[in-house]
């Protein structure tokens, strides 16, 4: 076991069953570089076939102690090494450096991405894969530093309690227990001790559907999440702005399909910010709208007269008082909002406000 007592680094790639396919030990601390050879020698020998690329994930650790590591001998099955590094008690603490899925490798090697950048991290890059996904994995969802949930999306209960997550989000998107400005989600292996997850059990498929309509992120007590640790047993798939805008509103309610209902109050919000820093829109909305939006009558003047006019200089004076008259609803009807210090739209995204036909292509919806 103790050959030396140097560092030493680890490359493993895991199959979707747990056994180890290779590994390969160096006997220094290595860079990036020696990992990107390590991956691009598995690409090689997998694309010799004609079978896909197997769903592997490949890890990477640095070892401080490079004696404390099970040694390969000669001629024996190491398919189980991933589980005996993992229940090594000398190792208890060793988090994987980088882990890579190698499906998303060959991708990022087709499209002459770094597979260890955050862009070469992302799932989203096999959305036109036919084969489906098969490492057991598990969805972890970090809402500040030390505070991770996980979900189980294998189970239909860990689905529902995810989305039950996203609708309360949503659902509150401006209100001020939304105390993050950034939202990540990581895809993590599932070969945890489960003894160690059951010591915090209330982080694990946390549904917010079983509780009162007034209950709040915050009102989860803080020793019941997941450190941010365990994030580095995967990588990161997705991450939002929650800055509390409309545009990054509209961005999350999009990227997680979020239901919208007609009485949602963060939708209204969401309309009023628009306004507020964007104008109303200049052609007339559809007489629906005002079960949706209760404040268009509020604006009912404004928009014929907006509608109406093809003088320039008149319709920035026009757009001028829409937008103070949407900030002043906002101020006295949603005091307690969060508020962004942002006056522009980022990337190009926005609140999609319908024509006369009634349709909202941005939110994917029509009334």
Same mark, same amino acid.
Request: charged share 30%; aromatic share 8%.
């Given at each position: =076991? ?11 790639c895991?199959?979707? %069953? ?8 160096i006997?220094?601390?290595? *860079? ?13 020998? !997998? ?8 769903? *592997? ?19 024996? %099955?190491?398919?189980?090494y ?14 994987p450096?980088?882990?890579?899925? #190698?499906?998303?490798? &060959?991708?990022?090697?087709? !499209? ?15 959305l036109?894969e ?10 972890a969802?970090?809402? $500040? ?15 529902? &309690? ?32 489960? !003894?160690v997850? =059951?010591k915090?059990i209330p ?8 509780? /009162? ?8 007590? $803080?020793? $019941?999440?997941l ?26 309610? =999009? ?7 007609? %009485? =949602?109050?963060?939708?209204?919000i ?30 009912? *003047? ?19 008082? $829409?937008r103070?008259?949407a900030?002043?609803i906002? &101020?006295?009807?949603?005091? %307690?909002?969060?508020? /962004?210090?942002?006056?522009? #739209? ?9 024509? &006369? ?11």
């Open positions: =076991m103790r050959e030396n007592t140097k560092p030493a680094t680890l490359f493993l895991v199959a979707p %069953d747990g056994k180890t396919d290779c590994v390969r030990i006997r220094d601390r290595t *860079d990036d570089r020696d990992f990107r050879r390590f991956i691009d020698s598995l690409l090689d020998a !997998s694309l010799q076939t004609d079978a896909p690329v197997p769903d *592997d994930w490949v890890f990477r650790y640095i070892i401080p102690d490079g004696g404390l590591l099970p040694t390969l001998e000669t001629g024996r %099955d190491h398919s189980d991933h589980r005996r590094l993992r229940h090594l008690d000398t190792l208890a603490d060793l988090r450096t980088n882990v890579v899925a #190698l499906r998303n490798a &060959a991708l990022c090697r087709r !499209s002459g991405i770094d597979p260890l950048s955050a862009e070469g991290s992302d799932r989203q890059l096999a036109g036919t084969e489906p996904r098969s490492f057991p994995s598990v969805r969802v970090e809402l $500040a530093p030390n505070r991770v949930l996980l979900y189980d999306m294998s189970e239909t209960v860990g689905c529902d &309690a995810y989305r039950s997550l996203h609708q309360h989000i949503a659902d509150h998107f401006f209100d001020r227990e939304i105390q993050t400005e950034t939202l990540r989600l990581y895809d993590l292996h599932s070969f945890f001790d489960t !003894s997850l =059951m915090h982080a694990l498929n946390f549904n917010f559907n079983h509780y /009162s309509r007034n209950f709040k992120l915050t009102d989860i007590p $803080a020793h $019941a999440f450190n941010s640790d365990i994030l580095k047993e995967g990588f990161l798939v997705k991450e939002y702005d929650l800055h509390p805008t409309s545009e990054c509103y509209t961005r999350f309610c =999009m990227g997680e399909d979020i239901s919208l209902n007609v %009485d =949602m109050r963060a939708f209204e969401a309309l009023l910010d628009h306004i507020s820093r964007e104008g109303y829109p200049t052609q007339r909305l559809s007489p629906e709208w005002r079960y949706i939006f209760p404040h268009k009558t509020d604006f009912k *003047d404004l928009e014929e007269n907006i509608a109406d006019c093809d003088d320039r200089s008149s319709l920035e004076q026009l757009q001028m008082q $829409a103070e008259k900030r002043t906002l &101020a006295e009807e949603y005091p %307690d909002i969060r508020r /962004s210090q942002r006056n522009y #739209l980022e990337d190009g995204v926005s609140l999609h406000i319908p024509d &006369a036909a009634g349709e909202t292509k941005g939110l994917g919806r029509k009334v």
